[in-house]
């Protein structure tokens, strides 16, 4: 079987972090989620400008907006993503049906520059919620300190919400209780929680490359001179040993958190009534150092309930020249 479709297997989803308005209509999407199980798609600005400004795939729909009037840069930029969100969900909707709404979605990201109000995110969310009109959307809303309230609130209100941002296990707790909190408040409110999806994006290789710059610079005072452990070999040889590990430690530590948070009684009574529980979607996983390999956080990090969402060149590698490990699900239990 193809290894990037074998995840499923192993209670993994695969996300693609990528979108673009011809990469829909020519049915590239269509095809992932045939032949590489692709059950779900991440979007944020950056790729949206990525997708507008590297191809003419938008001129036309650009003129036909400006034909009524001159429109602000917010406003265009947001009228082409809601139209490609909503095609990138109508794709995906067969596997969100098939699933009971258990994936099969698409994500469309808050401004940034919302990231420090909450009633500024929670007005934007509820109004791209409204726009896209989709069940099977999550609107990304930031981990701040102002983003959690938003959270609690829009989950409260029976919005599926991908949190985005995530690099420590203090701030994923944080954002686990802000679901289970406004899960709990839309239950007792009367709403039905098995239409309501979430998962906490944690990010993977931009650690790696934020410890690993501190981890060369401590092996470069090891050959200082001028330091006490200058030329210690066991020294530098166990700062070098870390290097490319902490991210996935990291990683695996936020998941027993995971299976902690979603294993109580308080889930427990949730989960009778039809809720599903947040998953952990690994993001930032395209591996940024030359020195590892190309599937390094694709490979290391495969659990149960969990999601990857692999850029296309490691999906590609993954496909073609890498194989699943002998007990993937032991990376993580």
Do not use: C
Not at 268 to 297: C, F, H, I, M
Request: proline share 5%; charged share 25%.
């Amino acid at each position: 079987m193809n290894p990037v479709k074998e995840l499923q297997n192993h209670g993994q989803a695969v996300w693609l972090d990528f979108l673009a308005r011809g990469f829909i209509a020519k049915g590239d999407l269509k095809h992932l989620v045939e032949s590489d199980g692709v059950r779900g798609v991440t979007s944020n600005p950056s790729i949206f400008e990525k997708a507008i400004g590297s191809s003419d795939e938008y001129d036309s729909a650009i003129a036909k907006v400006l034909k009524n009037g001159d429109r602000s840069v917010a406003n265009l930029y947001e009228q082409l993503a809601v139209e490609d969100i909503q095609h990138a969900a109508d794709v995906l909707r067969p596997g969100y049906d098939q699933l009971h709404g258990a994936d099969g979605f698409v994500s469309l990201e808050v401004s940034p520059y919302l990231a420090n109000d909450t009633k500024a995110t929670i007005a934007e969310a509820e109004r791209l919620w409204k726009s896209v009109d989709r069940k099977n959307l999550m609107i990304k809303v930031p981990a701040t300190p102002e983003g959690l309230p938003a959270i609690r609130h829009l989950i409260a209100e029976g919005i599926s919400v991908n949190i985005t941002l995530l690099f420590s296990q203090k701030v994923y707790i944080e954002v686990a209780e802000a679901f289970l909190s406004g899960l709990q408040k839309y239950v007792r409110n009367g709403g039905d929680p098995s239409h309501v999806a979430s998962v906490a994006s944690f990010f993977v290789s931009r650690i790696d490359t934020a410890v690993d710059k501190q981890l060369d610079e401590k092996i470069a005072q090891a050959n200082d001179p001028a330091e006490k452990q200058a030329n210690d070999p066991a020294e530098k040889a166990r700062l070098a040993a870390l290097k490319g590990k902490i991210a996935i430690a990291n990683a695996k530590l936020a998941y027993q958190d995971y299976k902690r948070l979603f294993s109580g009684d308080d889930w427990k009574e949730l989960a009778a009534k039809g809720a599903k529980p947040q998953r952990l979607l690994w993001a930032s996983t395209g591996t940024k150092n030359k020195d590892y390999s190309d599937v390094l956080y694709v490979e290391e990090l495969i659990g149960r309930d969990t999601v990857n969402t692999v850029p296309p060149a490691n999906r590609d590698g993954f496909r073609t020249h890498r194989q699943l490990p002998e007990r993937p699900l032991a990376h993580l239990h």
